[in-house]
C-alpha cells in the first residue's frame, strides 16, 4: 500500500490531487465523472464579497494546446456561497477549499472572515492572480508589497489554512512567494494564468472581450514546473503545484520540482474524469518506482 | 425550478468511447453513427454531446455536436456535423470503424409539447440536426399533438444546406424554404407562406444566430410561445467553467447547462 496523505498545516489531504478553481464548478458539476472521495481536495469557484456578472461574451479563445479566458470572476457572492452552496457540497468526504477574490483588502478580508466561521471548509485559496479583473486581483499579486498587505490583513482574520495564489506574470515568482511568506501564508499555490491574448486577422479584432486573457492548458506546463521549481527552493512552507497538469506523469513531475500537492485545470475540460485517474496514477507510479510514500518524491529532482 | 434540478440527475451524464459504425458524406458535412458497448444514458430532444476530437493539434477542447438521432435498442447516437474549420473538418474525416470519446448527454434539451399544441419546428443549416431527435421523443411521449401533426420548417442557402430530408418527413410535414430558390419556396424561413396558412401555438428553432432572431421576431408579432437553441462557445459543456454565457434576463446564463435552449422570454433579444 502506497501511502499518499500529505499533511499541511492544519489541511490533510488523502492525496496529492486537487481540482483548480474555476474549472470544477463547486464539484457537483462533476459528480457523474468523478468519485470526489478519491480526491484530495476540490478548490470552488472564485468567490467574491459581493455578486459578480464578470465579464461579457465571448469570454473564451483555444489556442494551440490551450485556451484564453476572460471569465471575469463571475460568482453570486460569499454570503449566497454560505447559504445555498456550502450546505449541498459541505459533506463531500474531500477538502471543499474557497477561492477568494477581491477587488481591495476590505473585501478580501471581509469574505475571509466569514468562510473563517465555516466549520468545513479547512482552507481558503487567496486569489491575488486574476489577470481578468480590472482594479484589484492580480495588482495585488503582481508586487512584493501588494501580496504582503492583503495577504496579511487576511491572516489577522483567517485561521485555518491559508493558501496564497501566485501570478506568474512577474519578473521573479521566488521574490513574490517569500512576501506571502513572512506575511502569514501557510502555503503558496503556482500558476495562476499567464496573460495572454489573441486576434482575428479577418476581421481585426481582438477575439476576447476583454481584449485580453489568461492563458492556461497544456501549452503553460514547461512555465509552471520551472516557476514551481524556483518557488519551492525559496520558501519553506508547502508549495501547490498546477498549470497544465494533464496526466499522472505531468503531476510526478511537478512534485519532484517541488510541489506538496497539485491542482488539475483545464485538462478537466478535456476528460472530466482526469482528476480521479491522475489520483490512481500517482499510485501506479509509486508502485512501479518502489516509492512507499508519495512524501518521498516531493522535490526529488536529480540534478 | 425544482423540476429543472430533478432533471439533471435524472439524465446521468457519461463519457463514453463510441466507434463510428456508419457514415454518409455530403458536400461539407457528415453524418456519423456511432455505436457505444455500453448501455446509453436517457438523452432528450435537444441536448448536445461534447465531443473530443483526437489527433488534430487545433482543437485542443472538445467541439459541442447536438444528438440528430438516438437508437436506445442498438446503443447508437447520430451526429450530423458540418465542416467548419480544422476541428470539425478532422471530425467529418474519420472513417468508420474509428474511436469517438463523447460527453453526453448535456444541457437540458427543448420543452415537451403539451396535448393539443400545433407545434413548428424550424431549422436552419445545420441547426436542423436536433430537431429530428426532438420530433421522435415528440412521438415516443405519444404526445395528443401528434394528432396535429408535427410540422418542420427547414431553410438553407441553396438545396445542398438540407440534408436528410427523408429521415425528417418521416416524423413530419417538411416545408422548405431556400435563399436561391434552389428548392422549396424562396427566400428566408421566416418568409414562407405556411406562416399565413397555419396555426401555430408552439416554436422551437435551431440554426444561425440571425435565423434565430429573425423567428424570435416573427414569434413575438404573432405572440407564440417560442423556445431557440443557442450556439455559444463553449469549453467544459458541463456548467463549471462559465465561459458560454448568455446574457439574459436573469444575468448571465450557462448556455451549456442552463440552455442551449433558452424560451425567448428569458433572453434580452
Ligand atoms: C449546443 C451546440 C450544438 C451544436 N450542434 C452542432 C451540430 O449538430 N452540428 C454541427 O455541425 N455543429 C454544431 N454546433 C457547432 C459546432 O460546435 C462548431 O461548428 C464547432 O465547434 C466548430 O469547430 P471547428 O474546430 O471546426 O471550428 P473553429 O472555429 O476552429 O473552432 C474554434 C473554437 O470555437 C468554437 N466554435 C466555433 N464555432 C462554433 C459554433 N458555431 N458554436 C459553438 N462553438 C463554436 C469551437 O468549439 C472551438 O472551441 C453546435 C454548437 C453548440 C454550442
Ligand atoms: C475558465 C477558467 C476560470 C478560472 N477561474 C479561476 C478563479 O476563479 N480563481 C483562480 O484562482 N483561478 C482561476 N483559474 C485559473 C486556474 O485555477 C489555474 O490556475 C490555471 O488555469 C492554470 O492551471 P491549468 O493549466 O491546469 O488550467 C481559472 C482558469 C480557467 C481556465
Ligand atoms: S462551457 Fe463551461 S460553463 Fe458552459
Given at each position: 500500500?502506497?501511502?499518499?496523505?500529505?499533511?499541511?498545516?492544519?489541511?490533510?489531504?488523502?492525496?496529492?490531487?486537487?481540482?483548480?478553481?474555476?474549472?470544477?464548478?463547486?464539484?457537483?458539476?462533476?459528480?457523474?465523472?468523478?468519485?470526489?472521495?478519491?480526491?484530495?481536495?476540490?478548490?470552488?469557484?472564485?468567490?467574491?464579497?459581493?455578486?459578480?456578472?464578470?465579464?461579457?461574451?465571448?469570454?473564451?479563445?483555444?489556442?494551440?494546446?490551450?485556451?484564453?479566458?476572460?471569465?471575469?470572476?463571475?460568482?453570486?457572492?460569499?454570503?449566497?456561497?454560505?447559504?445555498?452552496?456550502?450546505?449541498?457540497?459541505?459533506?463531500?468526504?474531500?477538502?471543499?477549499?474557497?477561492?477568494?477574490?477581491?477587488?481591495?483588502?476590505?473585501?478580501?478580508?471581509?469574505?475571509?472572515?466569514?468562510?473563517?466561521?465555516?466549520?468545513?471548509?479547512?482552507?481558503?485559496?487567496?486569489?491575488?492572480?486574476?489577470?481578468?479583473?480590472?482594479?484589484?486581483?492580480?495588482?495585488?499579486?503582481?508586487?512584493?508589497?501588494?501580496?504582503?498587505?492583503?495577504?496579511?490583513?487576511?491572516?489577522?482574520?483567517?485561521?485555518?489554512?491559508?493558501m496564497v495564489k501566485l501570478s506568474p506574470n512577474v519578473?521573479?515568482?521566488?521574490?513574490?512567494?517569500?512576501?506571502?511568506?513572512?506575511?502569514?501564508?501557510?502555503?503558496?499555490?503556482?500558476?495562476?494564468?499567464?496573460?495572454?491574448?489573441?486576434?482575428?486577422?479577418?476581421?481585426?479584432?481582438?477575439?476576447?472581450?476583454?481584449?485580453?486573457?489568461?492563458?492556461?492548458?497544456?501549452?503553460?506546463?514547461?512555465?509552471?514546473?520551472?516557476?514551481?521549481?524556483?518557488?519551492?527552493?525559496?520558501?519553506?512552507?508547502?508549495?501547490?503545484?498546477?498549470?497544465?497538469?494533464?496526466?499522472?506523469?505531468?503531476?510526478?513531475?511537478?512534485?519532484?520540482?517541488?510541489?506538496?500537492?497539485?491542482?488539475?485545470?483545464?485538462?478537466?475540460?478535456?476528460?472530466?474524469?482526469?482528476?480521479?485517474?491522475?489520483?490512481?496514477?500517482?499510485?501506479?507510479?509509486?508502485?512501479?518506482?518502489?516509492?512507499?510514500?508519495?512524501?518521498?518524491?516531493?522535490?526529488?529532482?536529480?540534478? | 425550478?425544482?423540476?429543472?434540478?430533478?432533471?439533471?440527475?435524472?439524465?446521468?451524464?457519461?463519457?463514453?468511447?463510441?466507434?463510428?459504425?456508419?457514415?454518409?458524406?455530403?458536400?461539407?458535412?457528415?453524418?456519423?453513427?456511432?455505436?457505444?458497448?455500453?448501455?446509453?444514458?436517457?438523452?432528450?430532444?435537444?441536448?448536445?454531446?461534447?465531443?473530443?476530437?483526437?489527433?488534430?493539434?487545433?482543437?485542443?477542447?472538445?467541439?459541442?455536436?447536438?444528438?440528430?438521432?438516438?437508437?436506445?435498442?442498438?446503443?447508437?447516437?447520430?451526429?450530423?456535423?458540418?465542416?467548419?474549420?480544422?476541428?470539425?473538418?478532422?471530425?467529418?474525416?474519420?472513417?468508420?470503424?474509428?474511436?469517438?470519446?463523447?460527453?453526453?448527454?448535456?444541457?437540458?434539451?427543448?420543452?415537451?409539447?403539451?396535448?393539443?399544441?400545433?407545434?413548428?419546428?424550424v431549422g436552419g443549416g445545420i441547426?436542423?440536426?436536433?430537431?429530428?431527435?426532438?420530433?421522435?421523443?415528440?412521438?415516443?411521449?405519444?404526445?395528443?399533438?401528434?394528432?396535429?401533426?408535427?410540422?418542420?420548417?427547414?431553410?438553407?442557402?441553396?438545396?445542398?444546406?438540407?440534408?436528410?430530408?427523408?429521415?425528417?418527413?418521416?416524423?413530419?410535414?417538411?416545408?422548405?424554404?431556400?435563399?436561391?430558390?434552389?428548392?422549396?419556396?424562396?427566400?428566408?424561413?421566416?418568409?414562407?407562406?405556411?406562416?399565413?396558412?397555419?396555426?401555430?401555438?408552439?416554436?422551437?428553432?435551431?440554426?444561425?444566430?440571425?435565423?434565430?432572431?429573425?423567428?424570435?421576431?416573427?414569434?413575438?408579432?404573432?405572440?407564440?410561445?417560442?423556445?431557440?437553441?443557442?450556439?455559444?462557445?463553449?469549453?467544459?459543456?458541463?456548467?463549471?467553467?462559465?465561459?458560454?454565457?448568455?446574457?439574459?434576463?436573469?444575468?448571465?446564463?450557462?448556455?451549456?447547462?442552463?440552455?442551449?435552449?433558452?424560451?425567448?422570454?428569458?433572453?434580452?433579444?
Open positions: 500500500m502506497v501511502k499518499t496523505e500529505i499533511k499541511l498545516k492544519g489541511l490533510t489531504l488523502k492525496n496529492p490531487v486537487m481540482t483548480a478553481s474555476g474549472t470544477f464548478g463547486y464539484g457537483e458539476e462533476y459528480a457523474d465523472f468523478v468519485d470526489l472521495s478519491e480526491l484530495g481536495g476540490i478548490i470552488v469557484k472564485g468567490t467574491t464579497l459581493h455578486h459578480r456578472e464578470g465579464n461579457p461574451y465571448p469570454r473564451m479563445a483555444e489556442t494551440p494546446m490551450g485556451m484564453l479566458n476572460c471569465v471575469g470572476l463571475q460568482n453570486k457572492g460569499v454570503d449566497y456561497f454560505i447559504e445555498t452552496i456550502y450546505p449541498r457540497i459541505r459533506h463531500y468526504d474531500t477538502n471543499v477549499i474557497v477561492n477568494v477574490s477581491g477587488s481591495n483588502i476590505d473585501d478580501y478580508v471581509a469574505a475571509a472572515a466569514k468562510i473563517d466561521a465555516l466549520d468545513d471548509v479547512p482552507a481558503i485559496e487567496l486569489n491575488v492572480s486574476c489577470p481578468n479583473v480590472k482594479q484589484g486581483g492580480m495588482a495585488f499579486g503582481v508586487t512584493c508589497s501588494g501580496i504582503e498587505q492583503v495577504t496579511k490583513a487576511v491572516r489577522e482574520v483567517y485561521h485555518k489554512h491559508l519578473t521573479n515568482i521566488a521574490e513574490i512567494a517569500l512576501a506571502a511568506e513572512a506575511a502569514g501564508a501557510d502555503s503558496v499555490s503556482l500558476i495562476n494564468t499567464l496573460l495572454g491574448m489573441a486576434i482575428d486577422a479577418e476581421t481585426r479584432k481582438p477575439v476576447l472581450s476583454m481584449v485580453t486573457g489568461g492563458l492556461s492548458g497544456a501549452c503553460v506546463k514547461p512555465v509552471a514546473l520551472r516557476m514551481v521549481w524556483q518557488v519551492s527552493k525559496a520558501v519553506k512552507i508547502p508549495v501547490i503545484g498546477l498549470g497544465g497538469i494533464s496526466s499522472a506523469t505531468d503531476a510526478i513531475e511537478f512534485l519532484l520540482a517541488g510541489a506538496s500537492a497539485i491542482q488539475i485545470g483545464t485538462a478537466n475540460f478535456i476528460d472530466p474524469a482526469i482528476s480521479g485517474k491522475v489520483a490512481k496514477g500517482i499510485v501506479e507510479y509509486c508502485e512501479k518506482h518502489g516509492v512507499e510514500d508519495v512524501n518521498e518524491l516531493v522535490g526529488g529532482l536529480i540534478l | 425550478m425544482k423540476s429543472r434540478y430533478l432533471r439533471l440527475y435524472v439524465y446521468m451524464k457519461a463519457i463514453i468511447d463510441f466507434i463510428i459504425v456508419e457514415k454518409q458524406s455530403f458536400q461539407r458535412a457528415a453524418l456519423l453513427k456511432l455505436k457505444s458497448a455500453t448501455q446509453l444514458p436517457e438523452i432528450a430532444g435537444g441536448q448536445f454531446a461534447n465531443v473530443r476530437v483526437d489527433g488534430c493539434d487545433k482543437a485542443y477542447l472538445r467541439r459541442p455536436i447536438s444528438i440528430h438521432d438516438v437508437d436506445y435498442h442498438n446503443n447508437t447516437i447520430d451526429l450530423l456535423i458540418q465542416e467548419k474549420h480544422e476541428g470539425t473538418k478532422k471530425l467529418c474525416a474519420l472513417p468508420v470503424g474509428a474511436k469517438l470519446n463523447v460527453v453526453l448527454p448535456l444541457g437540458n434539451g427543448f420543452t415537451m409539447p403539451e396535448k393539443d399544441d400545433n407545434i413548428l419546428l441547426g436542423i440536426a436536433p430537431l429530428l431527435y426532438f420530433a421522435k421523443t415528440i412521438r415516443k411521449d405519444a404526445r395528443p399533438c401528434v394528432s396535429t401533426g408535427v410540422h418542420f420548417l427547414l431553410g438553407g442557402r441553396t438545396q445542398d444546406d438540407l440534408m436528410l430530408l427523408d429521415r425528417f418527413r418521416n416524423e413530419g410535414d417538411v416545408f422548405i424554404t431556400t435563399n436561391d430558390g434552389s428548392m422549396g419556396e424562396k427566400g428566408f424561413v421566416t418568409e414562407h407562406s405556411l406562416w399565413n396558412t397555419k396555426k401555430i401555438n408552439k416554436i422551437y428553432a435551431c440554426g444561425p444566430m440571425p435565423m434565430m432572431k429573425a423567428v424570435a421576431k416573427v414569434a413575438r408579432e404573432k405572440g407564440i410561445w417560442c423556445e431557440v437553441s443557442l450556439e455559444n462557445q463553449m469549453a467544459c459543456g458541463i456548467g463549471a467553467c462559465l465561459c458560454c454565457v448568455e446574457n439574459t434576463k436573469e444575468g448571465n446564463l450557462c448556455v451549456c447547462k442552463e440552455g442551449p435552449v433558452f424560451n425567448i422570454e428569458r433572453l434580452l433579444w
